[in-house]
T-cell receptor, first 110, second 115 residues
Framework: GQSLEQPSEVTAVEGAIVQINCTYQTSGFYGLSWYQQHDGGAPTFLSYNALDGLEETGRFSSFLSRSDSYGYLLLQELQMKDSASYFCAVRKGSARQLTFGSGTQLTVLP | EPEVTQTPSHQVTQMGQEVILRCVPISNHLYFYWYRQILGQKVEFLVSFYNNEISEKSEIFDDQFSVERPDGSNFTLKIRSTKLEDSAMYFC?????????????FGEGSWLTVV
């Protein structure tokens, strides 16, 4: 089976940097994705890592270590609008389905 | 920007009734999915569809569920004989056929309440 672990809640202040960690257990690991979801809204793709290292997209970066089965999402220059749930998700092998973690609720305080 | 659209946004149905949720995936995408999210829980995969057939399904997707692509644009999820525990947000999603296909685009969801 597959399992993903991420913190349930993180709180930070506007302008700060926050890191959301994700550890996973899966056979046939293919890649780690990150999605953002505002209350009642659609999950929105943020980032994807298939290889070890850091991927940067504007204020958001994502890191993967395949040997450690670990990744993180780094959010810089936090804004109030970044308050949302963040999910890591793994893709297994050639299958295209995603298995999501339980999500991390990020609260950005003024 | 192209988007996945879903109807209805909300539906209330009585237990035992059949429900059809509709989706229009992004036009040049070839992979279609249904996911669901029970209130306060994580997003769960139900089924993927490619080339007019189911390519993957989870253990949640039992005989109560079916999917169909009735025409060139719509993709539907049918839930027969709904149960209280089917109450959830159902997300349709699509992705392209590139070798990575790692970006899955989700619709805004259909909130189903079974009473």
């Amino acid at each position: 089976g597959q399992s993903l672990e991420q913190p349930s809640e993180v709180t930070a202040v506007e302008g700060a940097i926050v890191q959301i960690n994700c550890t996973y257990q899966t056979s046939g690991f293919y890649g780690l994705s990150w999605y953002q979801q505002h209350d009642g809204g659609a999950p929105t793709f943020l980032s994807y890592n298939a290889l070890d290292g850091l991927e940067e997209t504007g204020r958001f970066s994502s890191f993967l270590s395949r040997s450690d089965s670990y990744g993180y999402l780094l959010l810089q220059e936090l804004q109030m609008k970044d308050s949302a749930s963040y999910f890591c998700a793994v893709r297994k092998g050639s299958a295209r389905q995603l298995t999501f973690g339980s999500g991390t609720q990020l609260t950005v305080l003024p | 920007e192209p988007e996945v659209t879903q109807t209805p946004s909300h539906q209330v149905t009585q237990m035992g009734q059949e429900v059809i949720l509709r989706c229009v995936p992004i036009s040049n995408h070839l992979y279609f999915y249904w996911y669901r999210q029970i209130l306060g829980q994580k997003v769960e995969f139900l089924v993927s569809f490619y080339n007019n057939e189911i390519s993957e399904k989870s253990e949640i997707f039992d005989d109560q569920f079916s999917v169909e692509r009735p025409d060139g644009s719509n993709f539907t999820l049918k839930i027969r004989s709904t149960k209280l525990e089917d109450s959830a947000m159902y997300f349709c999603a699509s992705s392209d056929d590139s070798s990575s296909g790692n970006t899955i685009y989700f619709g805004e969801g259909s909130w189903l309440t079974v009473v």
